[in-house]
């Protein structure tokens, strides 16, 4: 397993967060797990988190398996063809 779902829940607020941890290995074998997820092409170093946990399964499902992060479309341009 290299990555899992954490869930944080503020007792103060109530308020519930789910986050996405990679797991890493360290020296001599040994591994622990950071909310900084690496070797993603278009997601900037961070915490990925969401507020519900069919949010975040979607989320932990792109990661895996979709590649690049960043889908861009041209809505509007100036340029003319001749």
């Known amino acids: 397993m290299r990555y899992r ?3 944080e829940e503020n007792l103060l ?3 519930i967060v789910y986050y996405i941890e990679q797991k ?3 020296w001599f074998g ?3 797990w950071s909310r900084d997820i690496k ?3 278009g997601l900037q170093t961070g915490p990925v988190g969401s507020l519900t946990l069919s949010g975040i399964k ?3 499902n792109e990661l895996r398996w979709g590649g ?3 889908k861009k479309e041209i809505i509007q341009s100036d340029d003319e063809k001749k």
Request: glycine share 14%.
């Open 24 to 26: 890493r290995t360290g």
């Open 13 to 15: 607020t109530g308020r």
């Open 30 to 32: 040994s591994s622990k």
């Open 5 to 7: 779902i954490i869930k």
């Open 58 to 60: 979607h989320k932990l």
């Open 68 to 70: 690049n992060m960043i």
């Open 39 to 41: 070797g993603i092409q």
